[in-house]
């Protein structure tokens, strides 16, 4: 039993931001810089400049006039920029001429007025000023923030927000920043305005966007068998004479109905015992308890209240950490068992199923595998993750509660405590490799050169594997993949670890090596290694072949027989593979749906079939335990024969009878005129007319009596034969002896 959880348990998945977060916080970064090049490129739009004495002057896009009312200028020149024809300019000479300048529009000239003329705080050198910073900070983040113990989903929130806010905050103090707050009044003007504050605000909006929050959930799994209700109050109900109380029907209802006069018509769903009103006594069940392990009583309950486990010959009296322990109870009536490491006061509080089953039977075990607090806790500090619902209770003391429920509901209130401690000592053992997923000494297919394999440990460990030769485990050159975390303990209380096995040979033995070292979160110097490797055998093979010339019926033959349905034995043999062809037989008459053959899991095989008239196809298929395979197609046609066999010539040869039938027939006769035809050719009754030659078994013959009578009765290979009174054929020689031979 795993401590607070039961058996099939798997770790969800660390939860994730959703995309639409990450794209909502990349598209503000986005929008806002193609709102600052708008904006830019609205402010490079203003009207033309006109520098004198009198400052600058902004001057329409109209006519000019002079005080006359002649035209002077439309507006601009080809060249873009404005002439006045003012006698005042004209009078200035050179300082009028430098007086009658202009300010350039368009994208063109704000992007030359922020790259050239303001070099310093122009919005484009902020711009990579600003990325400077930004990328700057992400930097430092992401290197101080593990240092710090931050987990990785803050540090990364941190380098996105900090990185926006400064980049937001630079971009701001330049030149741009100015242009927003003149241009814009109100909240608009205060962002701009005061860079500070709004680089502070989009880097708070772009942690709350990315920041995620992750965190290890135990989801319980409990996959169990549809139960009845308790009780049998509802028994009666299956006897209703609408439907058929089948024995199904009747415990679907109650726990406790059961079927009545069995096998007759007078077949009722009773409720069995309804008297029966008392709890199941509960004893330890001694004979599945973990070898090296003892009960401290064995007395049942009642009056026991409950037992004790503990190790044979230890000091401490604990368990060992890590170490699986299967125990288990017996009762004295099928009940259905809970376990709970908390006390409830009722059954349906109870946390566990007693074996993570809820079937009513007599015997119930319950395999476990904890760790000591020490270990939970250095485990769970090195994954940086929650002990996935384990606790330790009572310094490592344990109490399991137990009630077990009858039929009838009836369960025992005050519950049998099982009572057990966990050494919490170091771990100075070095890892034990328990189990694998495939058996040692199994073979594999013949031209298959990898497996995928599981080791199973009693503790989180890293292993290692080796081709050929046991070596160090430093030495060995490939690495495992562990399941080390405390919720990625497997259905059998064990610890995984996976690889694939390379480098499979046909034909012989393939020898691996795998060794281990516990406590993979510690330094490598404090790990315990095993010293021996666990040795694993896979054997190669050769491919099966189905031996084609031992397949009956043969390809294109006809079965004969007398009845209407005729036996058919389909028969064949397989050679090479695993263990000289030994496998298992299939056959279909579709090529899609395979039974297997009656007579198999060896080199011979045989399986019956009733077969009407007509023609068929078998197909074969066969796989020996490495997983070679072979295949064959045989067909044949079935006959039926209703009609007994037919005498069609009749002949005298040298002094003999000889007599030729439509098919081949065991034939007798008898020259007894008070029997006749009625006698059993079954039982070897009448004379026999032996073949020649003796392989032709439509030939027969008898010795030559003229004037004699010879009452024949034929049958053929079927058992088909004329009526009991009936005769196949009656002959009366009248030639002489001497006439010519084979004469009709």
């Known amino acids: 039993m795993k401590i607070q959880k039961p058996k099939k348990q798997r770790r969800a998945a660390p939860a994730r931001a959703k995309p639409a977060r990450a794209f909502i916080s990349y598209s503000i970064i986005f929008n806002l810089l193609l709102s600052l090049i708008a904006i830019s490129f609205m402010i490079g739009l203003e009207a033309r400049v006109v520098s004198g004495f009198g400052g600058e002057q902004f001057v329409k896009d109209q006519a000019l006039k002079d005080p006359s009312g002649s035209l002077v200028s439309s507006g601009s020149d080809v060249g873009g920029s404005l002439k006045l024809n003012d006698p005042l300019a004209e009078g200035l000479g050179d300082l009028g001429k430098g007086a009658d300048t202009t300010k350039s529009t368009g994208i063109l000239g704000t992007l030359k007025k922020w790259a050239m003329i303001d070099k310093t705080t122009g919005p484009v050198a902020a711009m990579f000023k600003s990325a400077g910073w930004a990328m ?63 680089g502070i605000a989009v880097g708070a909006i772009v942690f709350l966007l990315t920041y995620k929050k992750e965190e290890y959930k135990v989801v319980n799994f409990n996959c169990l068998p549809w139960e009845a209700p308790v009780g049998g109050e509802d028994c009666e109900k299956c006897n209703d004479g609408i439907h058929i109380c089948s024995e199904y029907r009747c415990k679907s209802l109650g726990q406790a109905c059961e079927i009545v006069n069995a096998g007759t018509d007078k077949e009722l769903c009773i409720w069995g015992n309804p ?35 503990t190790p044979k010959g230890a000091v401490s009296g604990c368990i060992a950490a890590f170490s699986p322990i299967e125990f288990g109870i017996q009762t004295n009536k099928p009940a259905q068992c809970k376990l709970s490491l908390k006390m409830t006061e009722t059954f349906d509080e109870m946390e566990f199923y007693f074996g993570e089953t809820n079937l009513y039977d007599y015997n119930h075990s319950q395999k476990m595998n904890i760790p000591n607090p020490r270990a939970i806790d250095e485990i769970a500090t090195a994954n940086n993750e929650t002990t996935g619902g384990l606790e330790i209770q009572n310094d490592n003391n344990y109490n399991l509660y137990v009630r077990c429920s009858s039929k009838n509901g009836y369960y025992n209130k005050d519950p049998y405590v099982i009572k057990f401690c966990v050494d919490e000592g170091p771990d100075l053992t070095p890892p034990a490799i328990e189990e694998t997923s495939i058996e040692s000494g199994q073979p594999v297919a013949s031209g298959v050169d990898n497996v995928t394999i599981s080791v199973y440990t009693n503790e989180p460990t890293n292993c290692r594997w080796a081709r050929d030769t046991d070596q160090s485990f430093e030495q060995m050159p490939n690495e495992m993949k562990c399941y080390n975390s405390l919720t990625d303990l497997r259905p059998n209380m064990l610890y995984e670890c996976e690889t694939t096995l390379s480098g499979i040979k046909d034909s012989q033995e393939n020898n691996f090596y795998f060794k281990c070292e516990d406590q993979p979160w ?26 084609k010339t031992s397949i009956k019926p043969v390809a294109g033959t006809t079965v004969s027989g007398a009845t209407s349905t005729v036996t058919i034995d389909l028969e064949l043999q397989t050679q090479n593979g695993f263990n000289k062809g030994e496998a298992e037989c299939y056959y279909s008459t579709d090529n899609d749906n ?26 074969i298929k066969c796989i020996d335990l490495g997983g070679n395979q072979d295949s064959a197609v045989t067909n044949f046609t ?38 006749k035809c009625n006698f059993d050719i079954d039982a070897g009754n009448g004379n026999p007319m032996p073949h020649e030659p003796s392989d032709d078994k439509k030939v027969h013959l008898a010795s030559w009596t003229p004037e004699q009578t010879y009452y024949v009765k034929c049958k053929d290979e079927s058992g088909k034969q004329p009526d009991p009174t009936q005769c196949t054929i009656i002959l009366s020689p009248t030639a002489p002896a001497g006439t010519s031979d084979n004469e009709e």
């Open 136 to 198: 700057t900070a992400y930097w430092v983040i992401g290197w101080l923030g593990p240092k710090l113990g931050l987990k990785e989903t803050t540090v990364k929130a941190l380098q996105k927000s900090v990185s926006a806010g400064l980049f937001t905050t630079g971009i701001l103090k330049s030149s741009l920043g100015s242009k927003l707050g003149g241009a814009f009044g109100g909240k608009l003007g205060f962002i701009a305005n005061n860079p500070w504050i709004t």
């Open 275 to 309: 008297k029966d009103v008392t709890s199941a006594n509960i004893a330890p069940w001694k004979e599945v308890l973990t070898e090296g392990y003892a009960y401290t009583n064995i007395k049942p309950r009642p009056p026991s209240w409950g037992t004790s486990i």
């Open 522 to 547: 510690k330094d490598k110097a404090d790990r315990n290694k095993m010293a021996t490797g666990y040795k694993f055998t896979l054997l190669g093979t050769k491919p099966l072949n189905i031996d």
């Open 594 to 619: 395979f039974i297997s053959f009656f007579e198999t899991n060896s080199y011979k095989h045989k399986q019956s079939q009733d077969l009407t008239s007509g023609f068929y196809n078998y197909y």
């Open 638 to 675: 079935v006959f039926v024969d209703t009609f007994p066999p037919q005498v069609v010539r009749v002949m005298y040869d040298t002094n003999r009878l000889k007599i030729i039938t439509d098919e081949n027939a065991e034939c007798r006769y008898s020259t007894d005129t008070n029997v």
